[in-house]
């Protein structure tokens, strides 16, 4: 999809629940206005209200968890999360970063090996929190094979990751915060 005006795609190529969500984040949008989305965003305002429109149609729970993991409508399809994408693009850096750091700590936890990690995580999606991904170092930026954060198995299950991090992308508010680490061994 090349989006260049959301209010006239149509979506034809998506299924009647995620035209749904497309739809509904737009006319989020629309109804907030141009005026109001640039003054937040000069102003630094958090996006608190997006966030807890996300949480009420329970939109990054539809589209960010596995259909073996969420309910009825649960799915991760790449496809239609390029859509939303755009759409929050569309409309401001904030909304789409939230959204991105979420996929990128999310990334780790479905693609583990922990099942009871995951439904925890789809019990937090459906609750409406956010994700949060700890990788960037000050001083070499986000380098997986570079990083300084070591893990360090202290028992049976239980870990300690040791190493400074710079920044980690929505950890004000992530139910959760994947943390990339090498293992200290």
């Known amino acids: 999809m090349k989006l260049i005006n959301p209010k006239t795609e149509t979506f034809d190529h998506l299924d009647a629940e995620s035209k749904e969500i497309m739809r509904k984040t737009i006319d989020f949008f629309e109804r907030k206005g141009k005026d109001k989305l640039k003054e937040d965003y000069h102003a630094k305002v958090w996006y608190a209200d997006f966030l807890e429109f996300v949480k009420q149609e329970k939109i990054f729970y539809k589209l960010l968890t596995p259909a073996k993991y969420?309910?009825?409508?649960?799915?991760?399809?790449?496809?239609?999360?390029?859509?939303?994408?755009?759409?929050?693009?569309?409309?401001?850096?904030?909304?789409w970063y939230t959204w991105q750091v979420t996929i990128l700590g999310?990334?780790?936890?479905?693609?583990?090996?922990?099942?009871?990690?995951?439904?925890?995580?789809?019990?937090?999606?459906?609750?409406?929190?956010?994700?949060?991904?700890?990788?960037s170092e000050k001083e070499h930026g986000a380098d997986l094979y570079s990083s300084e954060m070591t893990l360090t198995q202290l028992s049976e299950g239980r870990y300690v990751a040791d190493g400074g991090k710079y920044y980690i992308g929505n950890a004000n508010k992530a139910g959760l915060v994947s943390v990339f680490a090498k293992d200290s061994d």
């Open 70 to 95: 969420g309910k009825e409508g649960c799915r991760w399809d790449t496809a239609r999360n390029c859509d939303f994408n755009e759409i929050l693009g569309f409309y401001g850096l904030p909304y």
């Open 106 to 135: 999310l990334g780790p936890i479905w693609m583990g090996n922990n099942e009871a990690v995951k439904k925890r995580t789809a019990e937090l999606l459906e609750q409406g929190e956010i994700f949060a991904f700890g990788l």
